[in-house]
């Protein structure tokens, strides 16, 4: 990546970060800012689409950014700050809600699988989330957004919500449209008791994921549990189509253990799930346990963690308030 390209992401601070935003996004974070100037943002105002008890609210933004830091963000390389520190954001959101469409929202997948049955009962802020999320992506200028498959669709409004203000306001290219960067390998990390959904923080079964923070004892409980197969593991990857939970497990061992799918289900053939889960759960041992004891560490440091958000806030308001004030001139605004 050329030193143009800017990167923007973000984690909800709604519960403990588990093995899908790590291998989804975390990872991802890591890697690029070796690469590119990076922003990456504990949203709390994402959080707070869903009722989030306010106590509760400011321990799970402090762990946030404690897991960030625990699996190798650099606030010395990357600014690290929380989305409601920096007011452009909810400004530019608003904005956007002028130039997002109806319609455009209504076929937002992550609404309804969210708002669930009765969608009346919804917060109008959980229906405008992806027009936050441009306005998060937007404020920054930024041009990559390392993101979990879950994200695709939200990013692709962002780059259609780009595109409109460019056009309406006469301004080609004033918007770069945003590229979503998807791990190519392991891009949704599933439940470890449904293979039809994605491991999520809320979840009501903890034994549905790998928090960061689980001890040795609880993964190996929690994969031991784990939902898979009663035959031995095929050598056909088709033939795992019909096992999600057979295939997420493979798919987490492959990653983890940094070989193909294909090379993990050749060595596995006419194996027990048995045996690949005690070598998974060694491997998530091994990879997971330090990140969840660096988070412990962290964390008896608040303060050091608050002045990382407040010094990243700095840093972030200057480039929002130059951005800002472009975009109120293109529109009008006094
Ligand atoms: N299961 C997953 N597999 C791969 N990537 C994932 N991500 C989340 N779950 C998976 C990616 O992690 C980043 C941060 O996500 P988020 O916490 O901001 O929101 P989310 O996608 O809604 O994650 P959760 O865990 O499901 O949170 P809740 O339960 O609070 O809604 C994103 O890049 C996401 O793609």
């Known amino acids: 990546m050329s030193k143009k390209k800017l990167v923007f992401s973000g984690v909800q601070p709604t519960g403990n970060l588990h093995l899908g935003n790590y291998l989804g996004a975390l990872k991802n974070f890591v890697s690029l800012q070796k690469q590119v100037e990076c922003i990456y943002c504990v949203v709390d105002l994402h959080a707070i689409t869903i009722f989030q008890d306010p106590n509760q609210l400011q321990n799970n933004v402090l762990e946030t950014t404690a897991s960030f830091l625990a699996t190798g963000l650099n606030p010395n390389k990357s600014i690290i700050f929380n989305q409601s520190s920096v007011s452009g954001h909810a400004e530019l959101a608003w904005i956007l809600n002028c130039v997002s469409r109806i319609g455009w929202l209504n076929r937002m997948t992550q609404f309804k699988d969210k708002a669930g049955s009765d969608k009346e009962k919804a917060s109008v802020g959980l229906y405008i989330y992806p027009n936050l999320m441009a306005a998060d992506i937007l404020l920054y200028k930024a041009t990559h957004v390392p993101v979990g498959a879950d994200q695709k669709q939200h990013l692709e409004l962002s780059r259609d919500i780009a595109q409109k203000f460019n056009n309406d306001f006469n301004c080609k290219e004033f918007f770069p449209l ?157």
Not at 211 to 237: C, F, M, R, V, Y
Not at 252 to 261: A, F, G, P, Q
Request: proline letters at 4%; aromatic letters at 2%.
């Open 178 to 334: 945003p590229e979503p960067l998807i791990p190519k390998n392991i891009s949704r990390v599933m439940s470890l008791r449904d293979g039809t959904k994605k491991m999520s923080k809320s979840e009501e079964s903890d034994y549905s994921r790998i928090n960061l923070k689980d001890t040795a004892d609880e993964i190996i409980k929690k994969i031991k549990k784990a939902k898979s197969d009663s035959n031995t593991i095929p050598g056909d990857i088709n033939a795992l189509e019909s096992k999600p939970e057979a295939l997420n497990l493979l798919t987490i061992y492959s990653e983890i253990t940094k070989s193909s799918l294909e090379k993990t289900i050749s060595e596995m053939e006419g194996k027990e799930y048995s045996f690949l889960k005690t070598k998974l759960a060694e491997a998530l041992i091994n990879e997971i346990t330090p990140v969840g004891k660096e988070i412990e560490k962290l964390l008896k440091d608040k303060s050091h963690l608050i002045s990382i958000l407040k010094k990243g806030t700095e840093k972030a308001n200057i480039i929002a308030e130059e951005n800002l004030k472009n975009i109120r001139e293109k529109i009008g605004l006094i």
